[in-house]
């Protein structure tokens, strides 16, 4: 009787200890991206609370300046018009309505006001998910495995951002004699093209002194990220 007893129990430990051996599901970085603009007097504790993300290693922290708070009196030095239109694709998937700052959206998959540590965490945490494919990049070209593709299918980004902490003087505006320091500014976001679930192989244009590069697998319209890599 009491090998009967031990026998499932032993099968059960082992069951467990199998069950603990398996290989935990791949993870990729969270794309964290900052809608932010220089005219906005709100915008500067989220400016610093996505740098201070910029250093984890799951996160890949980009900052995106909008262009439709230049009427206030401050032209944005680093905003440019395909940023807001990719905020507003955003706003269309997400159900937000109208792009506002500051937005901080995670994976494509949720966004919200990103003014503090806190909130940024939260974000990130609910941005997360696994990879639906692989980026490869070789001899000046990117490669993206086969995987599963959205049925709308999806874009395949390149982001090219600076990754140092650019302190900005403005002089005019809301933020009127401060200087603000900005982190991974976005400079150029180029479409190379579709994916459609099959491995397919893209040229990028030459790299740009001083700029750091991410490849985006996106599901079209603003929506879910569904793999990244820094290059």
Known sequence: ???????????????ASGAQAQPAAPQQPVVLELFTSQGCSSCPPADVAVARAADRPDVIALSFNVTYWDHLGWKDTFARPEFTARQVAYARALGDGAPYTPEVVAGGRTAGVG???????DLIAKGRAAPATTIAAEGGR????????????????????DPRVLQVPVKAGENNGKTLPQRNVVRRLVRLGAWDGGAASFGTPAAEPGLKSVVLVQTRGGGPILAAAGL
């Not at 009491?2 to 082992?14: E, F, G, K, V």
């Not at 003014?115 to 965490?121: C, E, T, Y």
């Open 1 to 15: 009787m009491t090998q009967r007893l031990l026998l499932p129990a032993l099968a059960a430990a082992l069951a």
């Open 115 to 121: 003014n503090s540590p806190a909130r940024v965490a």
């Open 142 to 161: 990117i490669t993206v495995a086969a995987g599963v593709a959205p049925r709308r299918g999806a874009d395949v980004w390149l982001v090219r951002y």
